[in-house]
């Protein structure tokens, strides 16, 4: 049933339809609420602006989880997968991750349909400019032609837009990505409400010809030939024919072309580019100068689609002039007559300090405006989706009239990236890393399920068929589990592996050199191979579960420990001057979260341990 608001448009307005932005109108109009997506160039609403994978390290942990708790991303992925491969498969289980390219057109069709054909949902064609407010609260947008749109609840969910320029050598534009048009009022509302600003940049590599180049030259990289979804209720055959990617390295002479044209490029010769770039994800131009003992580069060439034109040169991303940029490509083995379809850009963008949300992302300076995405000084459609689902759900909450949800470090990587961004803030674009989650041996990508499908659950996510689907699964690893731990084997010879008296079947896949393949036999008919990997999993990593979940468990308390909102850290002169300066800009809701900011020291927190359990803090005169 539909909760709209009498003498209102919708209940939720999601301005933009980028990935954080089909996530949260998803999630809105599916918990009920009326909702409106405001977005530039609905046609291009799930565009995948830069390269065509979803997923990776840590990534795909991301799309797992959001899986899990009815999101979206995970089942456009599976849809349209073109080349699936699952990565670090010889390394630990916390680290393996899959990932998957996606045909472009296909991906971006499938989110429009998806909205399409949501109930509660309108889609609106329009570029957000202004923002009411009133009294600290939110009231609606104003649009680039003037139209108002009232609602209680809006969530900013515009990428790379706000102040968009985009960059090629001296070719400067204002645009929010190639061809599109900027939005421009919006960074101004923000500014005029007192929001900080700051900017950062990114960038895109080249597309080819396919027809042009000379895959013989180029070492192939196959996909799985198993099906490998995203989503736990995922396809079980693949969307359509796995294409392979290609592998080439640069040479001294793309690095001399780099070198001597630094003076034409928009980030050193030119120094028209001032936003900080994603450190994980550098132009050749900054490989070039930053790791100039590195006489050769990896380049990934990959297919944009099953029947696209194009590829894309992933690892070649630079603002370079076009002319430039063709002769670098013309270096590249098999490359020698590659015809560019499209030259690679730069672009620069404004962010919000995402020091000024809550965890539910909803914005403590006004009330029922949300920030979700590359807004928030994120690089990724995968963290832009995560962050999209937890305000949308959190925007319908709110209309609802109840309490806030937020996901903690401890059950997800979502919740990880959120507490950094609300506790630390960003100075360069954030990207999920394994190595932020200090969880990660439980965080799996494995384990999403179990960690966040009863959540999704509760929230009102997950229907009936995925809980009934869900729960079936559980079940049927319980009882596995089970199995495992009572079943002897004893004295006996598996796989290579001498078992000793007593042995059980447990005891087996403890032993690194075994898999559950080697001991499937001993198992009843009805553990299949999926259910048997993950029985391997949980038992292999237990030692390392328990250690994690004993240090969550002492550090409980202080993330549980709420610190009063009007907490006036300014008043409190035992703090360090930075800490309480920090504490002061940050406001933490927990003392565990406290603990995180940078500049906040250990008897800093001491101090507020105490005046949070005494009850005795100090409040604004
Ligand atoms: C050139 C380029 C290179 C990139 N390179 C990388 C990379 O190498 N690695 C990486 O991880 N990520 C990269 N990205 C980032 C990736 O595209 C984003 O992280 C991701 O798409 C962010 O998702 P989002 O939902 O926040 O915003 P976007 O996907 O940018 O979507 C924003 C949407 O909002 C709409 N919109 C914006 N403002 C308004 C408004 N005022 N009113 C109405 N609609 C509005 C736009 O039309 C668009 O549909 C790149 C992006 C670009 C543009």
Redesign the pocket.
């Known amino acids: 049933m539909s909760a709209g608001v009498a003498g209102r448009d919708a209940a939720v307005i999601v301005?933009?339809?980028?990935?954080?932005?089909v996530e949260a109108a998803l999630a809105a109009a599916r918990l009920g609420v009326t909702t409106i997506l405001?977005?530039?160039?609905p046609s291009?609403?799930a565009?995948l602006?830069?390269?065509p994978s979803i997923g990776g390290s840590a990534k795909g942990q991301l799309v797992r989880e959001i899986d899990a708790l009815g999101g979206a991303m995970g089942r456009l992925i599976d849809e349209t997968s073109l080349h699936a491969r699952f990565l670090n498969e010889s390394k630990g289980p916390s680290v393996r991750a899959l990932r998957a390219l996606a045909d472009k057109p296909a991906y971006s069709r499938a989110a429009q349909a998806r909205l399409e054909s949501q109930a509660n949902l309108r889609i609106v064609a329009?570029?957000?400019?202004d923002l009411i407010v009133e009294g600290g609260r939110v009231r609606g947008v104003i649009t680039g032609d003037g139209a108002v749109l009232e609602a209680p609840n809006v969530v900013l969910?515009?990428?790379?837009?706000?102040g968009g320029k985009t960059f090629r050598g001296d070719e400067v534009k204002a645009e929010?990505?190639f061809g599109?048009a900027p939005?421009v009022g919006?960074s101004a509302a923000l500014a005029r409400l007192g929001f900080p600003l700051g900017r950062l940049k990114?960038?895109?590599p080249p597309r080819v010809d396919r027809t042009s180049i000379d895959l013989g030259a180029m070492s192939e990289q196959r996909p799985s030939q198993i099906p490998l979804p995203f989503s736990f209720t995922g396809p079980a055959r693949f969307a359509g024919p796995q294409l392979s990617c290609w592998i080439v390295l640069t040479n001294e002479r793309t690095h001399e072309l780099v070198r001597s044209n630094l003076s034409r490029s928009p980030l050193y010769g030119l120094d028209l580019i001032r936003g900080i770039g994603?450190r994980y994800?550098p132009s050749i131009e900054d490989k070039v100068v930053k790791f100039a003992h590195n006489p050769t580069h990896q380049i990934f060439i990959e297919p944009e689609g099953w029947d696209e034109p194009t590829f894309y040169v992933g690892g070649f991303?630079t603002s370079l002039p076009a002319e430039v940029q063709l002769a670098m490509l013309r270096t590249l083995p098999g490359c020698g007559d590659v015809r560019m379809l499209r030259a690679g850009?730069a672009?620069e963008y404004d962010f919000v300090t995402p020091t000024e949300l809550d965890a539910s992302l909803e914005t403590r300076r006004v009330g029922g405006l949300f920030h979700c995405?590359?807004?928030n000084g994120?690089?990724?459609?995968e963290?832009?989706a995560a962050q999209?689902l937890v305000a949308g759900i959190n925007a319908a909450r709110r209309a609802r009239g109840e309490e806030a949800f937020r996901l903690g470090r401890e059950t997800s990587y979502i919740g990880t990236m959120i507490d950094d961004l609300v506790t630390k803030g960003v100075d360069e674009p954030y990207?999920m890393l394994t190595s932020r989650a200090e969880h990660r041996v439980i965080l799996r990508h494995d384990n999403a399920d179990l960690r966040l499908t009863p959540v999704g659950r509760e929230v009102g996510l997950v229907g009936d068929n995925d809980f009934a689907d869900f729960c079936r699964r559980r079940d049927a690893l319980i009882a596995a589990l089970d199995l495992a731990g009572r079943t002897r084997i004893g004295e006996v010879t598996v796989g290579g592996a001498q078992m000793t008296a007593g042995s059980t079947l447990a005891d087996a896949l403890r032993r690194p050199e075994l898999t559950f393949a080697d001991i499937a036999d001993r198992f009843p008919a009805n553990v299949s191979a999926a259910i048997g990997e993950r029985v391997h999993i949980e038992i292999s990593m237990q030692g390392y579960v328990r250690r994690a979940e004993l240090a969550i468990a002492q550090s409980a308390g202080d993330e549980t420990k709420l610190i009063p909102p009007d907490f006036a850290y300014a008043l409190l002169r035992q703090l360090s001057g930075e800490g309480r300066e920090k504490l002061e800009r940050v406001r933490p809701r927990t003392i565990g979260a406290a603990a995180r900011i940078p500049g906040v020291t250990p008897a800093d927190v001491a101090v507020l341990r105490v005046l949070v359990h005494r009850g005795r803090h100090p409040v604004p005169a």
């Not at 969910?157 to 706000?162: E, S």
């Open positions: 301005v933009g339809g980028g990935h954080a932005g405001v977005s530039g160039d291009r609403i565009t602006a830069c390269n329009a570029m957000a400019e969910a515009t990428g790379t837009f706000l929010g990505r599109e939005a919006l990114t960038g895109t994603p994800c991303s850009y672009v995405g590359q807004l994120t690089s990724g459609y963290e832009a999209g990207r």
